[in-house]
Nanobody
Framework: QVQVVESGGGLAQPGGSLSLSCTVA????????MGWYRQAPGKERALVAT???????NYADSVKGRFTISRDKSKGAVYLQMNSLKSEDTAVYFC?????????WGQGTQVTVSS
């Protein structure tokens, strides 16, 4: 059994910063890529950033230059550093772990950007 657990998030002011962490625990398996997605109220879940086994990163245009994704392979963890936050970044952020056969999702963590 695999558990994907996000932490971090919370409330930030516009222009502020927050960081998210995601760890994978349970039955070991090969991780091909890890990533962050977000879902705002009334909208579909959308890609924020991904990082693959070769550390190649991919970002949504809306977060390029403001968010940074990184991973610690030894810990089975992925991180998202969010700077220069905007109100439109408000959403529930989900961690996705892509294995060879199965994808796993975390339960989500709320990020609210408001003054």
């Amino acid at each position: 059994q695999v558990q994907v657990v996000e932490s971090g998030g919370g409330l930030a002011q516009p222009g502020g910063s927050l960081s998210l962490s995601c760890t994978v625990a349970g039955t070991p398996f090969r991780i091909n890529s890890m990533g962050w997605y977000r879902q705002a109220p009334g909208k579909e879940r959308a890609l924020v950033a991904t990082i693959n086994v070769g550390d190649k990163t991919n970002y949504a245009d809306s977060v390029k230059g403001r968010f940074t994704i990184s991973r610690d392979k030894s810990k089975g963890a992925v991180y998202l550093q969010m700077n220069s936050l905007k109100s439109e970044d408000t959403a529930v952020y989900f961690c996705k772990v892509v294995g060879k056969w199965t994808n796993y999702w975390g339960q989500g963590t709320q990020v609210t950007v408001s003054s």
